[in-house]
């Protein structure tokens, strides 16, 4: 048999309609989007850092599905799935900025196609891609031999080599830890990445150095690295989430990220 209602129950008083007030809400600033890579381990707690640090930017993020092993045609097979990514970022609703998080793909398909991608679901979106954002911090540097440390596999470093020389930068040295998984490259240390990055420095004169790959960690450790190195110092997360602060009128100077942070955009910046 049914209880019956309480009497807290029988006596309540509904109110609808109540007045209220909207503001910009936690995108009051800015509003970005960041593709997501499903087997990247790293970029969401590097850009958190940044975003942390910054009232009224809201970061929405969204996965693509991936193959975990690293190959120019893995790395292809990226570029249909990146609209419909881009599509259920903040449905519509504009946002400033979106940024695909994949280094090694963003050179294999091409930055154009990435931005093409993108902008059949988000039209009004500026676009940028972690080497997009690497030529700009480039650029901001006023640096033009370029120290390359990837994890890639030797066919995946040759497009990345290929690429950065193309677009009139010069690589005196380029090393890589070899590695073709994602879930192993997340876990590369920031000993050996600064290991790594020393070994460059040692073997050839470069303006900047450059630490390819959305897994691999440097935020919280490069202003203190380039400190102790007296060079400038990125990475794919690192210069991307610069870059699309900058890109969507952020002018913040956050230094505790490094030098990076204190610059504003290039003259022309490498966005299309």
């Known amino acids: 048999m049914s209880q019956p209602a309480s009497k807290a129950t029988q006596e309540t008083l509904l109110f609808e ?41 809201a970061l929405y993020q969204s996965r693509i599905h991936n193959d975990n092993l690293i190959t120019p045609e ?35 398909l091409g930055e154009e196609q990435v931005f093409a991608n993108i902008r059949q ?36 470093n040759r497009i ?18 070899n590695a073709d998984r994602d879930t192993v490259v997340a876990r590369i240390t920031p000993q050996s990445i600064e290991q790594g990055v020393r070994e460059i420095i040692k073997h050839g004169e470069v303006d900047a150095i450059f630490v390819s790959c959305t897994s691999v960690r440097l935020m919280h450790d490069c202003a203190e690295l380039e400190k102790q190195l007296g060079i400038p110092l990125t990475s794919s997360n690192h210069a991307m989430a610069w870059h ?29």
């Open 17 to 57: 309609n109540l007045p209220y007030e909207v503001d910009g809400g936690i995108a009051s600033r800015a509003s970005i989007g960041l593709i997501v890579l499903a087997t990247d381990y790293t970029i969401e707690h590097e850009w958190r850092q940044v975003f942390a640090a910054l009232d009224g930017v």
């Open 74 to 108: 893995s790395l292809r097979a990226m570029g249909p799935r990146i609209i419909e990514c881009a599509r259920v970022i903040t449905p519509d609703t504009p946002v400033d900025v979106i940024a695909y998080g994949c280094t090694s793909a963003s050179m294999a």
């Open 121 to 156: 679901a988000k039209p009004d979106a500026i676009c940028t891609t972690p080497i997009t954002a690497a030529f700009a911090a480039f650029d901001a540097f006023k640096a033009r031999r370029i120290g390359v440390l990837t994890p890639y596999p030797a066919d995946v």
């Open 160 to 177: 990345v080599a290929d690429y950065i020389a193309a677009r009139g930068f010069h690589v005196p040295v380029f090393g890589s830890f």
């Open 244 to 272: 699309a602060l900058r890109l969507a009128g952020i002018d913040d100077t956050l230094g505790q990220f490094g030098s990076l942070y204190d610059l504003p955009l290039p003259t022309e910046p490498g966005n299309k």
